[in-house]
């Protein structure tokens, strides 16, 4: 069987995630939250720690200002509003917007100061500093030209002062180029008339993964997934647990819908895309292996269907 290349928006994808993603999974961000009245860590995914609900939800959602929980529900869109709303005021029974994110990006950016070892006895020398400062310019240059209209996550990063020092400038673009890229595939999968649960049950499978592995986790009850998947299977989507090869193409569609909308980076970024995959990918490696993010990327390069029949 022939393999597809992997589309150039989904390699800058996947070479951003770690960098970015690593402020959910982050000790230094969960010791930030704790010391602001938060609840630590609650558990492990191997040497993962996983974040604490209240924090992240207020924390990721502070780029929004002090909003109540049904803004950052809507925002963030595949989480259970009903558990989202409750966590977001608790949090902010306890914090303001502008003191989280500040607790946010510095626990981010320790993060990678640490594992990546930058500093007088480090590994990561003058020269990578260099190279993360570059990288970090070009993808805020690549940035610029995106739109803000529904990309409220988006907007919201765009609106903060960016660091000079060149890991949390790196941070800093790498997570606004991500949330970029997931208000737009709200946008996507929204335009083909699915709901939360049910672009959620759809993605599990055309990663590979098993059935409801990370929609479950995302506040729905048993009931509400059951009767998403009802819904997926009335419409020819799913065939028992498996997507149809219906399924599979909307699922794809959403997709190949969100690559497009990332173009305008692309064309900023042009030839350099393989020499910027090429110097983020040992460092996003470094910080999977040393435990500060929870997987490797691989769902935006390989998509594998579990197709029925």
Known sequence: MTTSPIPAA?????????IAGQAQFAPECHANYAALGFDPSPARAGRTELPDRSAYFTARGSVLGQVPGTVVAAAFAVFNPAVVVPLVAAGWQRTDAATIWAARQAGAVAQLHRVLGAGPAGTFGADELAAAAEVADLLLEAASPLPLAGRALFAGQRALDVPDEPLARLWRATDTLREYRGDSHSIAWAAEGLDPV???????????????????????????LSAGEERL????????????????ALRDRIERRTDDLVEPSLAVIGQRLDAVVERLAPWGDAVVAAGGYLSPAVRFTDASPRLAG
Do not use: C, K, N, Q
């Open 198 to 224: 049910e672009v959620g049950l759809l993605g599990d499978l055309y990663w590979g993964l098993a059935p409801r592995a990370h929609t479950a986790g995302r506040g729905w009850s048993t009931e509400e």
């Open 233 to 248: 299977r009335a419409r020819g989507l799913l065939a028992g647990d498996r997507l149809t090869s219906e399924g599979f």
């Open 10 to 18: 989904r390699r800058l994808a996947a070479a951003i995630e770690p």
